[in-house]
């Protein structure tokens, strides 16, 4: 008997633990302790000490943070780095003018000299992981009021970066992990050298544009080429004609073989960040209320913006790259709100509290820690709703209207002159000037007045009396709610909203009177006034009750852990390195709809359309295509192009490394399928895919599109399986 109940305790241990075989963002220095053995049951090849290692070089050394909002990883023994092209496109679009349109055309650098720097730009190597929540958590008890605990960590995490021992070239920061239950130390090393050395054109780095963004199946190359440069003693150092390419401790095998179905991957990088942990009421708010609030406006704002950009091809490139970001999480919420839906995510959280529920009751010591938990937090999360609603409409309503960054930006100029004196004020002026430039360089007043227009009549439409500013509600009675008037009144014969090239010329000749204009322009009079009554009637209590939500929140996490002994947890993603590993594997969204695991140049040829802005193919690529001229990349007259796996990815994983079995390159991870972009909220292994491009893909659009071959005779070409 005994050994049966054994052998099932066993067995349902083994299926709690198997059916969330693909779930999880993995510590890397946890991973011999809590992941290689089912790692190496899912087929890897190598063990965790050679992902993860101190004391030798580790896969760990070729990844890098790419700027703080990518990943990237070295593929060569002279510093190559590849990541997507959307996370190269800003150095790529500031180094493009209409004569050299690198966005358009791409860029190949032919030698070392040719490679562009790019002020700004750095990339981060982790040194080392320490558990320091000891240190950390130092005199920090549950009797503490938050602001308490905050400056207590605060004093901790201070010492404990004091007392590190490190290089000079190093830094360190300290991350909260499991809701502020657990603090961990990463030593780090940043290059601020970083080159352009490579980017296809658009039509490739981006092909597909919107419509493919979120989607599969996908055929995009998304990918760009960097060089990290170093002083001559290989270390950290700002630019100069005398650094030289960095030499790695590691950088990255390719793997010319590609994957099958079922093929181990893993994805190693910085995920930005997941909330896996929710109680049931905060995920029916994002379903109910949260996203659906946030797609309405950017609904809005979006049709205003690509009314104009269809009609201007001027407004077209002014506010390209601001409508792909819009329309990047647009999407994704919609997706999220579909995934959620479909995968009754609110009924599984239900479901999981109350088996946490029972275990508690069960168990007089949980019962008086926790007995009130889930009431608590379903409470606070109630209460909290309507002015998290509010955060949405007053958030995404004002960063989208442009006159009121204008008048934000010379209002900081005021507050300095002000508060700092002349002479700050007068050092301030310049870097004002630059952001109002950089502003003006993606505004047009026309687009402008109609997102003014369009997004405070919702705003004031939508939303009970309590949460409108007595000013608002004023101005909507006097223009009986007529917005387009109000817009017109506020927009005509303002400077600062019609005509920036006057604004920034005086702002040089005499600052003092731009000022006193910004105070005269109607729109940061409303601006400030909204402001105001927002900073009064809906901050104090967001961040009290976000601070109570935390706080419970905190001890949610904690308590799920010793109550769900069996399950293994993983932290949030918070923007810190992680490791997250899974099998090849098409999937199957719906009802007789079933998708593949690969995607092929035919599939670019078939989206192809001749001159359209997102799925023109370049002619070069179609005649490689039609003489079936792949070189060594393509595979039994294919040329694979785009992959999907199981890999539990988010926004930061971009650009990051799809590795094989033996830790060689085969992918490069760029976004999820619509299907499952929930999988920040509640990850689905039905239905949750990340999407990386062929390494061999990347490989011939550099050898053979761009003759840019001596490129790939920098890398490590491996072929396993020959
Ligand atoms: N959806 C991907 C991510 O979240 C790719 C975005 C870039 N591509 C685009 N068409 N906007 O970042
Ligand atoms: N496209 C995302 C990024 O830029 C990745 C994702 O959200 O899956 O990081």
Redesign the pocket.
Known sequence: MRAIKRLLTAFFLFLVFTAKADEGMWLPLFLQQLNEKQMKAMGMKISAADIYNINKGSLKDAIVSFGGF?TGEVISEKGLVLT?H??GFDAIQNHSTLERNYIRDGFWARSNSEEIPNPGLFVTFIVRIEDVSKAALAGVNEEMKEAERQSRLDKNIAEIRRNLKKEATQDSYVRSFFEGNQYFLFVTETYRDIRLVGAPPSAIGNFGKDTDNWMWPRHTGDFSLFRIYAGKDNKPAEYSLENVPYKPKKALAISMAGMKEGDFTMVFGFP?RTTQYLHSEAVDQIVKLNDPVKIAIRDKALSVIDGFMRKDEQVKIQYAAKYASISNAWKKWQGEVLGLSSTKAVEKKKNQEAVFRKRVEANPAFKAAYGSLLDDLQNAYQELSKYGVARDYFTETMSRIEAFAIGSQLNNLRSIKEKNGEQAYKDAVPRISARLEDLYKEYNPAVDKKLFEVLLEKFTKDQPEEFLAPELRQLAMDYKNDFGKMADDFYINVDLLNNGAKVLANLQANPDLVLAANDMNRANQLFQQLNTFYAKTVTPKLSELQARVNRLQRTYMKAQMEVMKEKTFYPDANSTLRVTYGNVKGYQPRDAVKYDFYTYLDGVMDKYKPGDYEFDVPEKLRTLYKNKDFGPYGKNGKMPVCFIAMNH??????GSPALDARGNLVGL????VWEGTMSDINYDPSICR?IMVDIRYVLFIIDKYADAGHLVKEMKLVYPGK
């Open positions: 990518c997507n959307h996370c930005g990815t988010t926004g930061g994983n971009s991870n760029f976004d999820r990340n």
